[in-house]
């Protein structure tokens, strides 16, 4: 099955760009009348045929249109404190495109080591890890915002909304209690290293985020924001 990605695709015949064009043929050496697959990475899944086996421009004719290929019962937008490294931030885009996960924010904290967060390259992380895991939907990654801007953004207008933080004296519910009564439109803020401030922490319950708990552990940012990617997925898909 191979799998390319254009944000917009044309029917009934579609130009792959320069990029994935010389991946079909030079790297994949696919050839005329071989099946491919292409996704705007916003559901829909497309399925057709190589009329043009060109390096600088393949042209495809689509044969078969999916809608909403991979749906999932939920919508999940995580607002993630960047990582001093960046490359832990990447792996946790990389990972969260695999499990399924609709909108990441980068999210600029009092605490945050890194205060300046560039999208560019999480988002060809996410287009790399939609190829490999062949799904249609690839998360929408929003430009920095910082903490206060996100409470009032309307982000958390319509959704069950959860803040995960460790050094509080706020009353805390697991955060598997919380994603079964929280609904199907849900926002978890994660904090950075050394969570959020006292004061954040008050103006995001104040906004009606509910304090949730990731467990016993003191988790890295990263790795608290996936947990809560297949903790979600779990529960909707499996249980």
């Not at 829909?44 to 290929?69: H, K, M, Q, S, W």
């Not at 999932?72 to 995580?78: E, M, Q, S, T, V």
């Not at 999480?122 to 996100?150: H, S, T, Y």
């Not at 949730?212 to 997925?233: H, K, M, N, Q």
């Amino acid at each position: 099955m191979y799998f390319f990605y254009s944000p917009h695709i044309d029917t009934p015949e579609h130009t792959l760009s320069p990029t994935e064009s010389a991946h079909c043929t030079r790297v994949l050496r696919l050839k005329e009348s071989d099946t491919v697959y292409i996704t705007d990475g916003k559901g829909t899944l497309c399925t057709g045929r190589l009329l043009d086996a060109n390096p600088r421009g393949c042209r495809v004719l689509i044969t078969e249109v999916a809608e909403d290929y991979g749906a999932r019962p939920y919508r999940l937008h995580l607002a993630v404190a960047p990582t001093k490294n960046t490359e832990r931030f990447e792996w946790f885009v990389e990972k969260a495109t695999e499990a399924g996960t609709d909108t990441i924010t980068p999210l600029i904290c009092e605490r945050s080591e890194r205060k300046i967060y560039k999208t560019e390259r999480a988002e060809r992380v996410a287009v790399a890890a939609l190829k490999q895991c062949k799904r249609a939907q690839m998360p929408e990654i929003r430009q920095p915002v910082a903490f206060a801007d996100f409470l009032h953004s309307g982000a958390l207008e319509g959704a069950g909304a959860a803040i995960a933080c460790c050094f509080t004296d706020e009353p805390r519910i697991p955060v598997t209690q919380w994603i079964r009564q929280a609904g199907t439109n849900l926002v978890v803020l994660i904090g950075p290293e050394g969570d959020f401030s006292p004061a954040e922490i008050t103006a995001a319950i104040r906004a009606g985020c509910t304090p949730v708990d990731l467990g016993p552990s003191i988790l890295r940012t990263e790795t608290a924001a996936l947990g809560v990617v297949f903790l979600t997925a779990f529960h909707f898909l499996y249980l």
